[in-house]
């Protein structure tokens, strides 16, 4: 007995001598190690900073913003914590359709065994392909080829068609009532490949809630719309208020004429299993339906991504009226086409139509390439093909049927196009034309505080007005000194700074100007450094140039992207 007793006295020592002599519990080595990559790997990213400590891992930190700051969120850090979406699995088995051909307005459709397919089935991803939104009040069901789809009140989904256009038959009342009522029938409506549409209340229904299908339209001039494509919920800060927007949905913002409107989305960096945010602020234009969707690219580490909400301009075309005496071939009757409407596009094209009266189209994506013909609307808005875009999407090249080689504006002001201007193919710019020659100097007046400084800006024609431009007066060199015509060839405001040491009149050093402006400017002979920025995406740069005595120079400011998705201040 004794010798057992000192055997258990013995094991009790050496299992407290193990407990007193274990070291504390930190983190890993390569944690730590995986800690400080993505301090350096922020550094990559444009508007992220480094985190405060590692407990801030995948919760985005809000910016400090001059107008506006996102509101303190209700978490234990004070800013939503981000999470992966979560993987969905369909096992729901797919109805099938037991009519081959699409049936006449007013017939029942017969389907076999099996629950139709819903829309959070179809929501384990991003939203892409013919997509139909849910705008009613109403469930709706609907079949395409063979397959029956219920898609609840709010949500959208992608279809995946085989064909460049298809039948799409909607049960015209909510998916619950009765196919045995007088009033709710099967209509057909031609849909088309990677097309965008909207299931919508009757202004007027008869009895019960009557549903109807057309091409998704344009917001009220004082509201944007945004549709979550990116396959997960998405929590976003707009006007210092937090919505989260469900996958698939669509959320309405009121805007004000003439104001900034910034929605916060989330940049996040991901690197050997750990997250960081932080809050990307995204400008948004009245009037304009927008995507929402995740983009990745590859990190400047190995085996690290960034992830940055785009939100994308998917403004629709005409809109289609319902009939619900179709044929059975399916046809629905669109709206009336406009007087100058164009030819129908082909694959790789859309249609865009005019929001102004005259729309210049130019030689190359800038204002500062020459005017080669333009494009007038009549009683109806003229429409016009495009099948390009520039690298950042601001300009977009035409059809030869409308003008050779020629680019338009692709601001939302002054065209609405029917698909996702995006998805269109680059096209690379044209060499940009010359400078012209400076007109001779005329005998210079004396200084006074009439002389051309920049005390006014002078506003050059915009896409929406430049069918008539009225030449301006060309400024007069003072004897002995220079003259810069400072142009902004960028499609956001601009501003332009340059040092009072470099000019001979006393005024403003810092100059706004809104796209297509310009200011005249009096400066010294010799080297004039000078910097541009622009609140949009908040670009900024610095560029120095050499102008002679008696010379005039125009100068053309914009920002490009480059290769790594930072932008760079061009001038010419």
Known sequence: MDRLFRILILIFVTVLAAAIAAPPAYAAPEDRASTGLLAGELAQIGQLGTPASAAATATPTVPPQPTQTPPPLPTATSVPTLLPAPTVTSSAATASITTTAAPT??????????????????????????IIANRSDNNARFFVEGVTYDLAAGRSLGLELPRASSVLNLYNCDAAAPENQATCFWDPYLITLDGFYEIYNAPDPVVQARLLLRQAGTPPTDQVWVQNRSGQTEQVVYKNETFDIAPTTVREFPVASGVPAILYVRSCLTLSGQTVCEWAPKTLDAGIYYAMVAVNTAGAEPN??????????????????????????????????????????????????????????????????EIIDKVRSGDQPASVVVNGRSVDGEWLTVIPAVAGNGWITASPSFITCDGDLMGLPIVEAPAPPPTPEPAPVA????????????????????????????????????????LLLVNNGFQHEMRFTLDQRYRPNEGPSEFDLAPGESVAIVVFPGQVDFSASSPWSGLSGNASLHIEADQSLTLWLRFEPDADNSWRLVWQ
């Open 304 to 369: 690290s991504q960034i992830t940055t909400l785009d939100l994308r301009p998917i403004v629709a075309g005409v809109e289609v009226t319902p009939t619900p005496e179709a044929t059975a071939a399916g046809q629905s009757q669109a709206a009336a086409p406009a007087e100058t409407a164009a030819p129908a596009p082909l694959a790789g094209q859309l249609t865009c139509r005019l929001l102004v009266p005259t729309l210049n189209v130019r030689s190359g994506p800038g204002l500062y390439y």
């Open 105 to 130: 307005a007013g017939a029942a459709i017969t389907v076999s065994a099996g629950a139709p397919v819903t829309a959070t089935e179809q929501a384990a991803g991003p939203l892409e392909g013919t």
């Open 443 to 482: 005998e210079p007046p004396a200084v006074d505080a009439s002389s051309p400084d920049s005390q006014t800006v002078e506003t050059a024609p915009d896409a929406a007005a430049e069918a008539t431009p009225a030449a301006p007066d060309q400024p007069v060199v003072p004897a002995g000194q220079a």
